[in-house]
Structures are given as structure tokens and as C-alpha cells.
């Protein structure tokens, strides 16, 4: 089953001379629950493209669709609801709230979005992801693998369509980094989560479903893995 598609995206910065095509002509579709690593070398396009399947970035031309909905065809309120409530977002340096705790950067999401958060699945998420007994702990009292642990639960706390993660591990130690997988790879299986993962580590990249390799914009290459 078609989750998203992606028909004919480009970006471009600036005019003229200083004109920067970041996607060109992007066009793929996902089915629910897949597994895709995204790769190519720095400055390709891969996070721009991630920023915009998440509705924080607009496409110059193009169209994303989620669930058969047009995102960009939305009001700016619809769009904000689109983000909190169809996308988990997991970046690099974990962007966690630093006067918040464990527990409340988790929920943040929920509660702004004036909802009651779901206490059985958050309990679960903190089991899932080793976090029992830190649940009043702030940021800066955690490991940096703990770090983005708390920034998985995040993305996850409210069941989204679809996690998109960028570079997820690039700011962890090996260890640290193969634990980080073992759980998005957990999140899909179980909770049978969409998962687009920006990588630059070939290892993550070769236990993904497909890989979607880009440069200068395009892609340059649609492989299947495993099916």
C-alpha cells in the first residue's frame, strides 16, 4: 500500500548567476511501512528532500503526498497540524528542550498539540528504549546515546506516519550508533513504522529495505534490498 509520493520535486535557492538547484526533479513512492536509507555525498540534496517530505521546508515546484493528501495543498494551520501529528522528525543533535525532562520532551509533541497523552505507550517507549528511571532527568544529565533515545520516543510518542531521521547516528560512537538502528529497525518491525533514514554510514544504509541514492539533486539511483 502507497504511503507517499513524491511527484517531480525541485528546490532552488537564490536568482541568476547565484541560482542553487538543491532537488531536480525528484520523483519516488513509498509503501507503508518501508524501511529506506537515503544516501549520497554532502550537499546533494538529502536533507533538503527530508525537510520537505516533513513539511518543514517548501518545494519550489512538485508535490508530496501523504496518505493520498496533497501536503503543500494545505493552509499554514492545516501544515502545522500535518508536522505534529504525520511526521517524526530525528536529527543529528537530538534538539531536545533543555530545561524539560526526559518524560516531557517525549510528550512534547502531544501536548501541543492540546491532546492526552497516551500513558501506555509511553511507558512502552521508555521500556523500548531504556529510559525507566530516567523519566525526570533533563538533557544534559543524559549520555549523548541517551540523548537521541529520548529523541526517537519523541518522533514515535504519537504513532506518526511516517519517521524521517537525518543522520540519526552521526554524532554518536559505534556502539552507541548500532543501538540507535537496532531500535528504528525495532520501531519498524514492531510498531510497523514508516522509516526514511538519511545515512552517510554504508553499514546502516545495507539494512534498509531500499536505498535511494541522490547527487547534484537527482536520484541517481532506486535500489531494492530486500523485499
Do not use: C, W
Amino acid at each position: 500500500m502507497e504511503l507517499l509520493r513524491v511527484e517531480h520535486l525541485s528546490k532552488t535557492y537564490g536568482t541568476g548567476e547565484n541560482l542553487v538547484r538543491a532537488l531536480d526533479d525528484v520523483s519516488f513512492s513509498v509503501q507503508k511501512g518501508e524501511f529506506i536509507a537515503i544516501v549520497g555525498p554532502s550537499g546533494s540534496g538529502k536533507s533538503t528532500l527530508l525537510h520537505i517530505l516533513g513539511g518543514v521546508d517548501q518545494p519550489t515546484s512538485g508535490k508530496v503526498f501523504l496518505d493520498g493528501k496533497d501536503v503543500y495543498a494545505q493552509s499554514d494551520t492545516e501544515l502545522a497540524i500535518f508536522r505534529r501529528r504525520e511526521v517524526g522528525l530525528i536529527y543529528q543533535f537530538y534538539n531536545l528542550i533543555p530545561v524539560l525532562t526526559v518524560t516531557e520532551n517525549i510528550t512534547l509533541p502531544i501536548l501541543l498539540d492540546g491532546r492526552k497523552v497516551n500513558e501506555e505507550r509511553l511507558n512502552e517507549l521508555l521500556t523500548v528504549l531504556k529510559l525507566h528511571g530516567r523519566e525526570k532527568h533533563l538533557p544534559n544529565q543524559l549520555s549523548g546515546g541517551q540523548q537521541q533515545r529520548v529523541s526517537i520516543g519523541r518522533a514515535l510518542i504519537h504513532a506518526p506516519s511516517v519517521v524521517l531521521a537525518d543522520e540519526p547516528t552521526g554524532n554518536l560512537d559505534s556502539k552507541n550508533s548500532q543501538e540507535i538502528v537496532a531500535l528504528l529497525k525495532f520501531s519498524n518491525r514492531v510498531y510497523h513504522q514508516t522509516l526514511l533514514i538519511i545515512t552517510h554510514d554504508e553499514k546502516i544504509a545495507l539494512q534498509a529495505d531500499r536505498i535511494i541514492s541522490i547527487d547534484d539533486g537527482k536520484i541517481v539511483r532506486d535500489e531494492v534490498i530486500r523485499t
